[in-house]
C-alpha cells in the first residue's frame, strides 16, 4: 500500500540557517525521533521546574530571614525560626547540585548535535553527489553546494523543480517522485538529461521520509553525474560491436587465455573451425591441446611457454581437428601475444588462428617438387658429367679408327668418305640421346638410327637391310655412346667388307638376356655375299702391317672398358658374325 500524500503543516516547514536548511537525522525506526524530542523536553521543563522552585524556596527564605529580623530586632531571636532557616538551605544545596549537573549534561548534548550539523555540512558540502531534500509538495527543503552551486547556481531552497528545470527534465524529476511516493520503495535509475545547456547523463535514488507517525513528510534523494561513465561504456559498446562484426567477418578465429581462471575463451569462428559446441563458455587448457595433432601439441605448448617465459614471438604451425578436414585435420598458423602484470607474471595471452592448409599443402607440394628437380638435376649433372667423359673416350676411340683409316686408305677421297661416316654417326647418336626423355635409348632404335647414318642405302638403292629381334631394352645414358661406337664400327666393316657392300646382303641382329650374369647378349650375323675368307682376313688384318690395331681390335677392347662385356667375331664364307656381350651397368628392360 502506498504512501499518502497530504499538504504539510507549517511544522514541518524547516528553517534555513545559513543558507542550508537543518540536516534531517539519520534514518531511524519509525517514532524514535519523537521520544528523543519528548524527552528532552520533559528534561528542559524538569530543570526549569526545578530553577522555579528554588526561587520560589529563595524568596520564601529570604522574606522570613527579613521578618526574622525584624521580629528579633523588636522580640529578640526565635530559635525556631532560625532552625527552620536553616533546614531550608540545607534541603535546598541537592537540588541546586542537581540542577546545575542537568544544565551541564543538556549543554554537551547541544555541543554535540551542533557539531555533528558541522560534520553533516561539510559532508554534504564537499561530495561530488547531489544531495537533497523534497517536501510533499516537491519544494527543495534542503540542498547541499554541488547542486546549488555547481549545476543551479542559485539558492533552491522553497523552489520546485518546475522553477528550476526545463519541462521535460522536470516532468522526469516529477515522475520518480510520485515513483517513490508510490511504492515507499527506494527508486534508483539513470537517465539523460539536459540541464543548464549541458548534455549529462544523471544516476539517482529517492527515497521516502517518514514522520514521526510513520506517514511520509519528504522525499530525499542523492544524484551523481555519470556522464563519462556512460560515454565510456558507450564508446565499450561500439568497440565491442565493431570487434564482434569484424570477428564474425573474418575468416579468421580469435583465441584468449584468462591467466586468473586458466581458461580459454574462442570466438564463435574458432568453435566452428575445431568442432567444438556453440556458446561462449571458457575452454580448459585440455580441450585446448585435444585439438591439436598430437605430433604438433608439444611443439606448440613449448613455444607458447618460451613467450610468456622470454617473451619470444609466439607465431606457430599445427594440425587442428576440425570436422571439414580430410583426415579430421587441417593446418592453421596460430600467432599470440601476452599482457604481463608490473611484476612479470602473465595476466592475459590472446591471439588468432589462420587456416593455411591449402597454401601449406601447396608448399609440401612445391617442397617435395623443389626436391625432385634438385635431384634431377643432380642427375643430369651426373650424366653430364659422364657423358663428357665418355665423349673424351669416344673422341680418343674416334682419333684411334681415323688414324687406322688414315694408314690403311689408298686415296685421299676414301679417307674422307670414312671420316665423314664416323662423324655422322656420332652426331647421330648424340641426337638420339638429346631427344631421349631420360637419356635412356632403346637398343632397336639405336640400330636403326646408326645403320641409317653408316649406310645410307645399299648397290640397287633401296633400304638398308637390316632385321632385329629382341625384347624390349633400353641402353643407359652411361652407355650409349660407347654401344654407338662400337655398332657403327660393326656396321662400317659390313659395308665396306662384309654383305652390306654386296647386292643381296642382309644383317641379321637378335639379343638375349642372359640369366646367369644379367648381361645382354647380341649376336650380328651377316647374310649373302661377301668377300672371300682370305681377302676379309687379310683386309681385316692389313692395319697389322702398318703398326696398328684392326678396327675390331679396338672396338673390342672398347666393350670391354665402356661396356663392361666383350667382343668376339669369326669370318665364315657365309658371312660375318660376332657376339657383343654387355654387362649388367649398361643396360636395363625398357617400360612398356
Known amino acids: 500500500m502506498g504512501w499518502r500524500v497530504g499538504a504539510t503543516s507549517a511544522a514541518q516547514e524547516s528553517r534555513v540557517r545559513g543558507g542550508h536548511q537543518e540536516a534531517p537525522a539519520a534514518t531511524k525506526p519509525p517514532g524514535s525521533e519523537a521520544r528523543e524530542a519528548a524527552l528532552d523536553a520533559r528534561a528542559i521543563r524538569r530543570i526549569w521546574g526545578l530553577r522555579l522552585l528554588v526561587i520560589g524556596l529563595w524568596c520564601v527564605v529570604a522574606g522570613l530571614s527579613v521578618a526574622e529580623m525584624a521580629i528579633v530586632g523588636s522580640i529578640g531571636l526565635n530559635p525556631v525560626i532560625v532552625a527552620a532557616a536553616a533546614t531550608s538551605v540545607v534541603a535546598l544545596a541537592p537540588l541546586i547540585a542537581w540542577q546545575r549537573r542537568l544544565d551541564l549534561r543538556l549543554r554537551a548534548r547541544l555541543e554535540r548535535a551542533r557539531h555533528d550539523k558541522n560534520v553533516?555540512?561539510?559532508?554534504?558540502?564537499?561530495?561530488?553527489?547531489?544531495?537533497?531534500?523534497?517536501?510533499?509538495?516537491?519544494?527543495?527543503?534542503?540542498?547541499?553546494?554541488?547542486?546549488?552551486?555547481?549545476?543551479?547556481?542559485?539558492?533552491?531552497?522553497?523552489?520546485?523543480?518546475?522553477?528550476?528545470?526545463?519541462?521535460?527534465?522536470?516532468?522526469?524529476?516529477?515522475?520518480?517522485?510520485?515513483?517513490?511516493?508510490?511504492?515507499?520503495?527506494?527508486?534508483?535509475?539513470?537517465?539523460?538529461?539536459?540541464?543548464?545547456?549541458?548534455?549529462?547523463?544523471?544516476?539517482?535514488?529517492?527515497?521516502?521520509?517518514?514522520?514521526?507517525?510513520?506517514?511520509?513528510?519528504?522525499?530525499?534523494?542523492?544524484?551523481?553525474?555519470?556522464?563519462?561513465?556512460?560515454?565510456?561504456?558507450?564508446?565499450?559498446?561500439?568497440?565491442?560491436?565493431?570487434?564482434?562484426?569484424?570477428?564474425?567477418?573474418?575468416?579468421?578465429?580469435?583465441?584468449?587465455?584468462?591467466?586468473?581462471?586458466?581458461?580459454?575463451?574462442?570466438?564463435?569462428?574458432?568453435?566452428?573451425?575445431?568442432?567444438?559446441?556453440?556458446?561462449?563458455?571458457?575452454?580448459?587448457?585440455?580441450?585446448?591441446?585435444?585439438?591439436?595433432?598430437?605430433?604438433?601439441?608439444?611443439?606448440?605448448?613449448?613455444?607458447?611457454?618460451?613467450?610468456?617465459?622470454?617473451?619470444?614471438?609466439?607465431?606457430?604451425?599445427?594440425?587442428?581437428?576440425?570436422?571439414?578436414?580430410?583426415?579430421?585435420?587441417?593446418?592453421?598458423?596460430?600467432?599470440?601475444?601476452?599482457?604481463?602484470?608490473?611484476?612479470?607474471?602473465?595476466?592475459?595471452?590472446?591471439?588468432?588462428?589462420?587456416?593455411?592448409?591449402?597454401?601449406?599443402?601447396?608448399?609440401?607440394?612445391?617442397?617435395?617438387?623443389?626436391?625432385?628437380?634438385?635431384?634431377?638435376l643432380e642427375r643430369e649433372q651426373g650424366l653430364a658429367r659422364e657423358l663428357n667423359h665418355r665423349v673424351r673416350n669416344n673422341l680418343t676411340a674416334l682419333m684411334g679408327l681415323i688414324g687406322l683409316y688414315a694408314r690403311s686408305a689408298r686415296t685421299p677421297e676414301v679417307l674422307a668418305e670414312a671420316l665423314r661416316t664416323k662423324v655422322l654417326a656420332v652426331r647421330e647418336v648424340y641426337d638420339l640421346i638429346a631427344g631421349a626423355p631420360s637419356a635412356a635409348v632403346r637398343l632397336d632404335e639405336l640400330l636403326t638410327t646408326i645403320a641409317r647414318a653408316v649406310t645410307p642405302g645399299t648397290g640397287d638403292g633401296g633400304p638398308v637391310r637390316l632385321a632385329i629381334d629382341g625384347p624390349r631394352v633400353q641402353i643407359l645414358p652411361s652407355a650409349v655412346s660407347a654401344l654407338g661406337m662400337v655398332l657403327q664400327e660393326l656396321f662400317s666393316n659390313a659395308l665396306k667388307h662384309g654383305s652390306l657392300g654386296k647386292d643381296g646382303g642382309k644383317i641379321h641382329v637378335r639379343w638375349e638376356p642372359q640369366a646367369h650374369d644379367g648381361s645382354l647378349l647380341l649376336a650380328w650375323t651377316e647374310h649373302g655375299a661377301t668377300d672371300a675368307p682370305a681377302e676379309a682376313e687379310a683386309a681385316a688384318q692389313a692395319p697389322h702391317t702398318n703398326g696398328g690395331r684392326t678396327g675390331l681390335e679396338l672396338i673390342s677392347g672398347f666393350a670391354r672398358a665402356e661396356l663392361a662385356g666383350s667382343l668376339t667375331w669369326v669370318i665364315q664364307p657365309s658371312g660375318f658374325t660376332c657376339q657383343l656381350r654387355i654387362g649388367k651397368p649398361a643396360w636395363a628392360h625398357a617400360p612398356a
Open 120 to 376: 553533516l555540512d561539510m559532508i554534504l558540502d564537499n561530495t561530488e553527489a547531489v544531495i537533497f531534500v523534497k517536501d510533499l509538495r516537491g519544494r527543495y527543503t534542503l540542498a547541499n553546494r554541488v547542486l546549488t552551486q555547481r549545476i543551479v547556481g542559485q539558492d533552491i531552497v522553497g523552489m520546485t523543480d518546475d522553477e528550476l528545470f526545463e519541462p521535460d527534465v522536470a516532468a522526469i524529476f516529477k515522475e520518480a517522485d510520485r515513483a517513490v511516493l508510490r511504492t515507499g520503495e527506494p527508486q534508483t535509475r539513470a537517465y539523460m538529461a539536459r540541464i543548464r545547456g549541458r548534455s549529462m547523463c544523471v544516476a539517482d535514488s529517492k527515497f521516502v521520509l517518514p514522520g514521526p507517525d510513520g506517514e511520509p513528510t519528504g522525499i530525499g534523494g542523492i544524484a551523481v553525474d555519470v556522464t563519462e561513465l556512460y560515454l565510456a561504456r558507450q564508446a565499450l559498446a561500439q568497440s565491442e560491436e565493431r570487434l564482434a562484426l569484424a570477428m564474425r567477418g573474418t575468416a579468421e578465429g580469435m583465441w584468449e587465455y584468462d591467466a586468473s581462471t586458466r581458461a580459454y575463451f574462442f570466438s564463435e569462428r574458432l568453435r566452428q573451425m575445431c568442432a567444438l559446441p556453440a556458446g561462449d563458455g571458457p575452454v580448459t587448457a585440455a580441450g585446448v591441446l585435444a585439438c591439436v595433432h598430437a605430433d604438433d601439441a608439444d611443439r606448440l605448448e613449448r613455444a607458447a611457454r618460451a613467450h610468456v617465459g622470454s617473451r619470444a614471438a609466439f607465431d606457430e604451425r599445427a594440425r587442428i581437428r576440425t570436422a571439414q578436414a580430410e583426415g579430421g585435420y587441417r593446418w592453421y598458423r596460430v600467432r599470440g601475444q601476452a599482457a604481463w602484470e608490473p611484476d612479470g607474471t602473465l595476466r592475459r595471452f590472446a591471439g588468432s588462428v589462420s587456416d593455411i592448409h591449402e597454401a601449406t599443402l601447396a608448399e609440401q607440394r612445391l617442397r617435395t617438387t623443389l626436391g625432385q628437380l634438385a635431384e634431377a
